[in-house]
């Protein structure tokens, strides 16, 4: 289990872009994948982008492609999700969280480890 502390939400209109932060609190994310998930209101978690912190590997879901980019800052320990051209559809809370196998997966049963969750809301 990791320990983890997410950061960055807030209220954008449309158009607009905020960067997510999620660090490692008491280890570092060293053979692990980190992957950012969103769960819309009434809706489902859902699979957004993860980064293989050994490779740097990235996937995303199609509705962020171009829009997204997951990156790590080794020294800091920190994953961030870069978000540009918002939409209200993108209004979510957004979780960061980690899979132990070192391999990419947008299913949310092989994450072991959650953050709290930060809201983003997209509206005018």
């Known amino acids: 289990q990791v320990q983890l502390a997410e950061s960055g939400g807030g209220l954008v209109q449309p158009g607009g872009s905020l960067r997510l932060s999620c660090a490692a609190v008491g280890r570092t994310f060293s053979s692990y994948t980190v992957s950012w998930f969103r769960q819309p209101p009434g809706k489902e978690r859902e699979f957004v982008a993860a980064i293989v912190w050994n490779s740097g590997s990235t996937l995303y879901t199609n509705s962020v492609k171009g829009r997204c980019t997951v990156s790590r800052d080794n020294a800091k320990n920190t994953v961030y999700l870069q978000m540009s051209s918002l939409k209200p559809e993108d209004s979510a809370v957004y979780y960061c969280?980690?899979?132990?196998?070192?391999?990419?997966?947008?299913?949310?049963?092989?994450?072991?480890?959650w953050g709290q969750g930060t809201q983003v809301t997209v509206s005018a």
């Open positions: 969280s980690t899979n132990p196998s070192g391999r990419v997966s947008t299913r949310s049963r092989d994450y072991t480890s």
